[in-house]
């Protein structure tokens, strides 16, 4: 255990780490265990790399912190430095793979508020490789943004294969994702938070998170095996419309995810990207599992309203999908915009 830290605890104030950073880290998640700390800073003043031990001696790239760690280790990351007066923050232009060694790993970063120019940056602008690939069981990523404009390898992959690598039992939480794409206008490609072409891992969490622009933001790619138990929840999901073809497609191949729960989030007008081949909030054909007390930003009752089927308007809910507290807008005074299965 370096520098004393010892993640014992779910919330933390007035955290003080080798005398250099003292403050509050917004929503901590601190793991339990005897694994090392390591840090990044690329913005701090030697402008160079030291062996990670200290914010003092932190690494320039998240990749030095992943590749240093071992399993159970947690890697801090630090925002950097803002230099100009622009909307976009200064960016790790890096992209970053957890591997299969490396389980349990947290990849934290030291966090403002859940903004983008809050969250350290991830931005490589060119290529079609994900931003983080995950291949290790058990790990968390929190507190970071994403910003995949100009690129088409997605956000964060979550790829295994049942053989070399797995990446079950993640946890995204307290994120930021815009401008994710990867075939642009085909759902099944993946986007923000997606599975990988062999498997899609089963027992994920995605928690808290904030997606805006991107073509998809949660895929399910793979079809090997049908994934299950996945819970998405307290998420804003992208919009504006014209923007993004389809915020959760979960279908797969059309095995879906056998126990899913997608709770307390919040959806923009209806998908709407010119020549999109999905233009639905979701396609949970195949899935088993609750949509509940989520908000849609389109007619759920009166004229012209969206509906919620198997074959909807809106979104693809078959019936092992219930519905429960779901709302929309509606058009007619004492309706309640209240989002029903419909016949």
């Known amino acids: 255990m ?3 830290l010892r993640r014992t605890n779910i919330r933390v104030k007035n955290l003080d780490v080798s005398g250099q950073v003292t403050g509050n880290i917004a929503n901590p998640t601190m793991v339990s265990g005897e694994g090392d700390v390591w840090y990044v800073d690329a913005s701090k003043a030697t402008g160079a790399s030291g062996d990670g031990s200290t ?4 690494f ?3 990749q030095e912190g992943v590749t240093a760690a071992s399993a159970g280790d947690v890697v801090y990351v630090a925002a950097q430095d803002h230099t100009d007066y622009d909307t976009d923050p200064i960016s790790y232009a890096e992209t970053v793979i957890i591997p299969y060694a490396t389980s349990n790993l947290a990849l934290i970063g030291v966090s403002r508020g859940r903004t983008q120019g809050g969250l350290p940056q991830m931005k490589i602008g060119a290529g079609a490789v994900a931003m983080i690939t995950v291949r290790a069981p058990g790990c968390l990523i929190q507190n970071i943004g994403i910003n995949g404009y100009g690129s088409t390898g997605g956000g964060i992959l979550l790829d295994g294969d049942n053989s070399t690598k797995a990446a079950f039992g993640t946890s995204i939480v307290n994120c930021h994702l815009k401008n994710c794409v990867v075939t ?3 759902a099944i490609s993946g986007g923000a938070i997606y599975g990988g072409s062999t498997q899609t891992p089963w027992q994920v969490l995605i928690s808290g998170c904030r997606f805006y622009k991107n073509e998809v933001d949660i895929a399910v790619v793979g079809t090997s095996t049908v ?14 419309a014209a923007n993004t073809n389809c915020n959760m497609w979960l279908t797969g191949g059309g095995s879906g995810i056998n126990g899913v729960r997608i709770n307390n989030c919040h959806f ?3 998908p709407a990207l010119t020549s999109g081949d999905s233009t639905r909030y979701i396609n949970a054909i195949g899935c088993v599992g609750v949509l509940s007390n ?5 007619a759920t009752q009166g004229a012209g309203h ?4 198997a074959a909807g308007t809106g979104a693809f809910i078959p019936a092992t999908v219930f519905l429960s507290g779901n709302y929309g807008e509606t058009d007619t005074e004492g309706d309640t915009g209240y989002v029903y299965r419909a016949a």
């Open 294 to 298: 989520c908000t849609f930003g389109c």
């Open 60 to 62: 320039i790239t998240i």
């Open 184 to 186: 642009t206008k085909v």
């Open 55 to 58: 914010w003092l001696e932190a």
């Open 2 to 4: 370096k520098d004393g």
């Open 227 to 240: 994934p299950q138990d996945w819970v998405i929840e307290d998420c804003v999901m992208s919009g504006p």
């Open 268 to 270: 923009a007008g209806l």
């Open 306 to 309: 969206l509906t919620f089927k």
